[in-house]
Nanobody, 127 residues
């Protein structure tokens, strides 16, 4: 089973930017939908964005406009570019993958639709 490893988590000031990376262990990644999720302690995991193998994008309203998802199948890597970070973006961020394609964002952003998860990285936004 493919394994995922996130990197790029850090502490930044409000208004700052970060790019998270998600490296997959093999090229099964190229046929998987990849998603980015985040979780605050005591709250449910929240789907932010997902990207299909062919590049179709799915966005949660909270992420649209500030966050960008992309992938490089040749490198088995996905990315989450975050800009204009806010205090409320502080969370553990996870990437996930599944061998499936979704018709709607509501499906693509559901954590229970994903079979493989990374260990997560911490993003802290504070002044």
């Amino acid at each position: 089973q493919v394994q995922l490893a996130e990197s790029g988590g850090d502490s930044v000031e409000p208004g700052g930017s970060l790019r998270l990376s998600c490296v997959a262990s093999d090229n099964a990644f190229s046929t998987a939908t990849m998603g980015w999720f985040r979780q605050i302690p005591g709250k449910e995991r929240e789907g932010l964005m997902a990207i299909s193998p062919g590049g179709a994008l799915y966005y949660a309203p909270s992420a649209k406009g500030r966050f960008t998802i992309s992938r490089d199948n040749a490198k088995n890597t996905g990315y989450l570019q975050m800009t204009s970070l806010k205090l409320e973006d502080t969370a553990m961020y996870y990437c996930a993958a599944v061998q499936a394609v979704f018709a709607f964002a509501a499906e693509a952003l559901r954590p229970d639709k994903y079979s493989t998860w990374g260990q997560g990285v911490q993003v802290t936004v504070s002044s």
